[in-house]
Structures are given as structure tokens and as C-alpha cells.
């Protein structure tokens, strides 16, 4: 099959056949870790990080899981909170949490959020 060659010379003209893509890939990941076996009942833990510039990234599991990864974008310090969730409850066992991202994969073993 081929393609009309106005079609071709459109997207060359406007750059669409080399442009990045929109924000760039993670240089490493948090993995945070729980024991599953402390959950009771069914709910997600969240893991919410931010750099000092305030650009957050985040990442949730099922407790029973044991283990939520969240990437991000550079290597630095990082502050932020972790704590249990459910459909219909609010939020609960808030812990606020700072963790030094300095290896491409860093991983953080925390207390169980009931």
C-alpha cells in the first residue's frame, strides 16, 4: 500500500513523523513494599511523591498486593506520603514520607497502613 504523496510531504512539513513524545521516560523507580498479610480489609495503598520543584508523581495497589512502584523522572530527594484507601471511607493511616532516590531502582519496605 502506499502512501499519497501529499500525505507524506504534510506530516514532514508540520515534523509530525520525528517529534518526541510529550515528557520523558523515568530515570528510576521507588518500589514500595508492605507485608500483604497485615491488610485486613480489602484497600489500596497509596504511595504520593514530589521533588522539591513540586512535580508529583504517584502510584496505588491493593494492599494485599504487597508492593506499589512509582517512577520518576530524576535521581534527588523526594517527600510526599503513603497511606490507605477505599471506596465510600476516607483516607486513613497517613504517613507523611521522605526517601532519597539515588539508584535506578530503590526499593522501601514500610509498615503495613491498616
Not at 510531504?9 to 508492605?34: E, H, I
Not at 484497600?43 to 504517584?58: F, K, M, Q, Y
Not at 486513613?92 to 503495613?112: G, L
Amino acid at each position: 500500500m502506499s502512501v499519497p504523496f501529499a500525505v507524506v510531504t504534510a506530516l514532514v512539513a508540520c515534523g509530525c513523523l520525528d517529534a518526541p513524545l510529550p515528557g520523558s521516560p523515568p530515570l528510576a523507580r521507588l518500589v514500595a513494599g508492605w507485608d500483604p498479610l497485615a491488610c485486613g480489609e480489602p484497600h489500596r495503598i497509596v504511595v504520593e511523591l514530589a521533588d522539591d520543584e513540586g512535580a508529583a508523581r504517584s502510584a496505588s495497589a491493593p494492599c494485599n498486593l504487597g508492593s506499589a512502584a512509582v517512577d520518576v523522572a530524576h535521581f534527588g530527594s523526594y517527600r510526599g506520603r503513603i497511606y490507605a484507601w477505599s471506596l465510600d471511607a476516607p483516607i486513613r493511616s497517613i504517613t507523611p514520607i521522605e526517601v532519597a532516590i539515588d539508584q535506578p531502582i530503590v526499593d522501601w519496605f514500610v509498615a503495613t497502613p491498616p
